[in-house]
């Protein structure tokens, strides 16, 4: 059974509380991603939240905040993760009673990488599962 770390996006790119919604917008464009980490400034790697493109856009710029606004102020903290030697059925599981596309992925609350939808599906692993974990999340979306 494969686990988490096989199939993850590994060194994901991630912001700290020191950067601004402006440099994570940014860093969206140039990574091609909707999902930023946010990490300790400290050592680098504590996982503290996380910002999707929907968190800037409806808690950053909808509210009038300029690019200049600290990521604390759009982040989620609430944050969903899976331990790196999890199986990738108990990531799909997660994504789907959860509702959601991405999940950090930490080793000692250390985040190590990223994992999502595509990665299961891409790399052909429990795709019964991501495709499923996909329609739920869909289908609760339009409602």
């Given at each position: ?54 968190d800037l856009v ?86």
């Open positions: 059974m494969k686990i988490v770390k096989e199939v993850m996006t590994a060194d994901p790119a991630s912001v700290t509380l020191l950067d601004n919604i402006y440099e994570v917008a940014v860093k969206m464009r140039d990574y091609g991603t909707g999902f930023i980490p946010v990490v300790d400034s400290a050592d680098g790697a504590t996982l503290l939240g996380v910002i999707t493109d929907r409806l808690r950053g710029y909808a509210d009038k905040h300029p690019g200049s606004t600290a990521v604390e102020t759009v982040m989620s903290r609430e944050v969903i993760s899976i331990p790196e030697t999890a199986s990738v059925d108990e990531a799909a599981e997660l994504m789907a009673s959860r509702q959601i596309r991405r999940i950090p992925v930490t080793r000692d609350k250390k985040l190590t990488g990223i994992v999502s939808l595509g990665d299961l599906a891409v790399k052909r692993i429990y795709a019964d599962e991501a495709a499923e974990a996909l329609s739920e999340i869909s289908r609760r979306q339009l409602h």
